[in-house]
Every structure is written in C-alpha cells, then in structure tokens.
C-alpha cells in the first residue's frame, strides 16, 4: 500500500524538517515493523522539499512534490521541471490535483503530459482524478473518470508500477465527506478495467477514524491524505492502519 501526505499550501521549511523529525521519532517508537509493507510519501510545497529530503534522507519515506513541468526548461513562469526535482532528490510528483484542475486551468491532457514525462525523467507519478458534485448528481461520474483516465492512457500507453492514479472525488476534498466504501471500490474497479495501473490510492477526507473502512475495499490500494497528514499522530495513525491490512 502507498500512503501519501499531500500538504498543499502548509509547512515553509521549517515546519517541514521539524514534521520529518516528529514523524521519524514516531516511527522509532513504533518499530519499523509496524509499518512495514507500507510506502510512505510526503508531499511539500516546492520551498519545502529540500528540508524534507535532507531530514527524511535513508529513512524510506519518499518526499514527492505537488506538481512537475513537461518541459526541460524555457519561459513558464511558476514551474518547476522534472531535472529540478530530481537534482533536489525528490523521488515523484503529483499531478492533475483537482485544486490544480479548480483554481488553475489545469486540463486532462496538460495532467497527462507532466504524468508521462515525470515518469520518463524517473520519477514517480501520483495522477489524480474525480467527479464534482454536479457532475456525481447528473450520473457523469463514469464519464468523467473514463475521460480523465483515458487521457493518461493515451499519454502514458504501458502503465508502469511507477504510476499510481489517485480516485479523489472532489466533493470529499477537505470537505469531511467521505465516499462510502462501495463508491470507492465501484470507481477504483472501474479506473482498473479502464487502465490496468496497479495502485488505485483513495483520496477525499481521510482521516485515522475512516482509514481501516476504505484501505480494506478490494482495488483500494492506498491513500492520498490531505488534511489529516498534517500532523504526526494522524498520519501515523493512517499508516499503521494500512500496515495492518497488508499484513492481514
Ligand atoms: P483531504 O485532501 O484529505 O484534506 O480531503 C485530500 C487531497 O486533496 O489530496
């Protein structure tokens, strides 16, 4: 299973290196054991990742960004690109957020080009999709997914295991509502029959009290975490659990 800590717009440097530490300390305590069959990413702001990589250096735990430019390089204002990542030893990105889609012009097909051009720097790739509200009350929710994830199959034709789409319905999104567990395990299973990718991860509210209910629906194969891995305790939490299934 894959855990991933997406911090948005929270933690500058500082706060960054002293979660790192807090979440090492925590799983010193634990014993490694404990979480063992679980990847665990964390995701900064761009400023961030450098104190997350050098405090989290050894430990297993990856440190992602919150998106990657297609490009080498040239004249795009407010990006970063794939060789900047990867010299500041950061492991994968995400892309296609539906906060990137809502406040940002993000599109399918932009999502798709920084998906496959990440995973062919060498880096790992956490592609987000979801229905809105509006779009799940009109019955569009297939629809959106099979366009959503049909433009990464056409960038990305061999998904690799180094790709792992997240389901995130945008309605679930920092809002403390949850799909139920059956609403996530129809969409992974239907994302899967669509693009065989190995890892479908959940993401949409999260939290330690909800974890074991939807990490255990079949095609669930982690999650991406918003809210509750801000903190060290929940996040942890949510780690355990999903160490516990696999284990189970
Ligand atoms: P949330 O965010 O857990 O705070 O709902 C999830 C996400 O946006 O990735």
Same mark, same amino acid.
């Given at each position: 299973m894959l855990i991933a800590g997406n911090w948005k717009m929270h933690k500058g440097p500082g706060e960054? $290196? +002293?979660?790192? $530490?807090g979440l090492l300390e925590r799983i010193g305590e634990l014993g490694a054991d404990e979480l063992a069959g679980v990847d665990i990413v964390v995701a900064p702001a761009f400023v961030s990742l450098h =104190? $997350?990589?050098e405090e989290l250096e050894e430990s297993g735990i990856r440190v992602y960004a919150q998106n990657v430019h297609w490009a080498e390089e040239g004249a795009f204002t407010g990006e970063v690109s794939r060789s900047m990542l990867i010299a500041s030893g950061v492991a994968g990105a995400i892309v296609g957020h539906s906060e990137r889609r809502l406040y940002f012009g993000e599109a399918d097909d932009t999502a798709a080009l920084r998906a496959a051009a990440a995973l062919e &720097? +060498? %880096?790992d790739v956490i592609a987000c999709v979801g229905e809105t %509200? /509006? /779009?799940? /009350?009109?019955d569009e929710t297939e629809d959106v997914l099979r366009h959503q994830v049909g &433009? %990464? =199959?056409? &960038?990305? #034709?061999?998904p690799t295991p180094a790709l792992a789409v997240a389901y995130e319905p945008v309605w679930a999104i920092g809002t403390g509502k949850t799909a139920t567990p059956e609403m996530a395990h129809e969409a992974h299973a239907l994302i899967k029959s669509i693009? #065989?990718?190995e890892r479908v991860l959940y993401g949409g509210s999260v939290k330690p009290e909800n974890a074991e209910e939807l990490l255990s629906q079949d095609d669930v194969d982690g999650a991406l975490v918003g809210g509750a891995s801000l903190e060290v305790d929940s996040f942890t939490a949510i780690c355990e659990t999903a160490a516990r299934l696999t284990r189970s």
């Open positions: 960054t $290196a +002293g979660f790192c $530490a =104190a $997350a990589v &720097a +060498g %880096l %509200l /509006e /779009e799940r /009350e009109h &433009a %990464l =199959a056409e &960038a990305i #034709p061999e693009y #065989p990718v």
